[in-house]
């Protein structure tokens, strides 16, 4: 299983690698993947989201996998703010590179990453607690208090937090994962037949979104990896542990305590990028953290896979 996430990311890295060889611009590259994700993300994932809720109910676990996907994101805000707090009256850093590595250590590659592997590793079960950890936590949190972080750290101060709860309702995912809640809660019947297509796109949809993570990777050379590493460090290690302490205290157990697990490691947001073009936190920072965490995050989910059981 972790040979088949490894190989369509590793395509990806590949694919960049050789369109880069035969002179093909980062920029053109990227261009090419933001118009695959705008597609998946508006066009795809909002009937993924569908059939999730309209198929299977949710339960008292993912209120607390929501619960849990919160606190883990919070308490890596305040924990990274309070290190480079400390840090910053040792040696001066920038304000912009406070501000991405706050963000960059809080908040995780959740939906592109997180969601393919939970899917592979738990089907339709992992996919459910995976959106509720997306939908629930991380996206209204990266739009509130993420925006609020680069608001104080970055260049930019224009948006208001009245545009952040307006983009949080016109996300399109969540008027998929709502239409099955309400599709679902009053019994309309959808045939057999769609939910089966739905199923068939989800499944190759995460090999895409694999896919897509490997064309995002640059490598960037880590000159002040020692600077970035406190920050790598709660995203790849204390987040886990954070979802592991919250989910026992909650009394989450088997898939829905390992979902947290593995979505709180997930590499650096790759939102992250835009959030340095548009708010004016540091990009360069926020580039090695996505290359760095993502490194990390994928050997020591390999490293558990071989040995221990998820």
Same mark, same amino acid.
Request: with cysteine; aromatic share 14%; proline share 4%.
């Given at each position: 299983?972790?040979?088949?996430?490894?190989?369509?990311?590793?395509?990806?890295?590949?694919?960049?690698?050789?369109?880069?060889?035969?002179?093909?611009?980062?920029?053109?590259?990227?261009?090419?993947?933001? *118009?695959?994700?705008?597609?998946?993300?508006?066009?795809?994932?909002?009937?993924?989201?569908?059939?999730?809720?309209?198929?299977?109910?949710?339960?008292?676990?993912?209120?607390?996998?929501?619960?849990?996907?919160?606190?883990?994101?919070?308490?890596?805000?305040?924990?990274?703010?309070?290190?480079?707090?400390?840090?910053?009256?040792?040696?001066?850093?920038?304000?912009?590179?406070?501000?991405?590595?706050?963000?960059?250590?809080?908040?995780?590659?959740?939906?592109?990453?997180?969601?393919?592997?939970?899917?592979?590793?738990?089907?339709? $079960?992992?996919?459910?607690?995976?959106?509720?950890?997306?939908?629930?936590?991380?996206?209204?949190?990266?739009?509130?208090?993420?925006?609020?972080?680069? +608001?104080?750290?970055?260049?930019?101060?224009?948006?208001?937090?009245?545009?952040?709860?307006?983009?949080?309702?016109?996300?399109?995912?969540?008027?998929?994962?709502?239409?099955?809640?309400?599709?679902?809660?009053?019994?309309?019947?959808?045939?057999?037949?769609?939910?089966?297509?739905?199923?068939?796109?989800?499944?190759?949809?995460?090999?895409?979104?694999?896919?897509?993570?490997?064309?995002?990777?640059?490598?960037?050379?880590?000159? *002040?990896?020692?600077?970035?590493?406190?920050?790598?460090?709660?995203?790849?290690?204390?987040?886990?542990?954070?979802?592991?302490?919250?989910?026992?205290?909650?009394?989450?157990?088997?898939?829905?305590?390992?979902?947290?697990?593995?979505?709180?490691?997930?590499?650096?947001?790759?939102?992250? +990028?835009?959030?340095?073009?548009?708010?004016?936190?540091?990009?360069?920072?926020?580039?090695?953290?996505?290359?760095?965490?993502?490194?990390?995050?994928?050997?020591?989910?390999?490293?558990?896979?071989?040995?221990? $059981?998820?």
């Amino acid at each position: 299983m972790f040979l088949d996430i490894f190989l369509f990311i590793l395509s990806g890295v590949f694919l960049r690698v050789l369109l880069t060889l035969k002179g093909v611009s980062p920029e053109k590259i990227d261009y090419y993947r933001d *118009r695959i994700n705008y597609i998946v993300f508006y066009y795809i994932i909002p009937f993924v989201c569908f059939k999730t809720t309209y198929t299977m109910p949710f339960s008292l676990s993912h209120l607390k996998v929501s619960l849990v996907a919160n606190l883990t994101i919070i308490s890596c805000v305040l924990v990274s703010w309070l290190i480079y707090k400390k840090i910053n009256l040792f040696r001066e850093i920038k304000s912009e590179c406070i501000g991405a590595f706050i963000v960059c250590s809080a908040f995780g590659n959740v939906l592109y990453m997180g969601l393919p592997i939970l899917t592979k590793l738990y089907g339709n $079960q992992g996919m459910s607690y995976a959106f509720t950890y997306d939908l629930f936590a991380s996206t209204p949190l990266t739009w509130t208090l993420a925006v609020a972080i680069c +608001m104080k750290y970055g260049r930019a101060k224009s948006i208001k937090l009245k545009d952040s709860i307006v983009t949080i309702i016109k996300i399109p995912p969540i008027w998929g994962l709502f239409a099955g809640l309400i599709f679902r809660e009053i019994a309309i019947n959808i045939p057999e037949e769609l939910i089966n297509l739905i199923s068939l796109v989800s499944k190759y949809i995460t090999f895409l979104m694999l896919f897509v993570v490997g064309i995002s990777i640059k490598a960037v050379a880590p000159k *002040r990896f020692i600077l970035s590493l406190p920050a790598i460090l709660v995203k790849v290690v204390i987040s886990p542990l954070f979802a592991l302490l919250y989910g026992k205290i909650f009394g989450l157990t088997g898939i829905p305590l390992n979902v947290c697990i593995v979505e709180a490691g997930m590499p650096s947001m790759l939102l992250s +990028m835009l959030f340095a073009t548009v708010f004016g936190i540091d990009m360069r920072t926020s580039i090695e953290m996505i290359f760095l965490t993502t490194v990390l995050s994928l050997l020591i989910f390999g490293f558990s896979l071989l040995f221990f $059981q998820f």
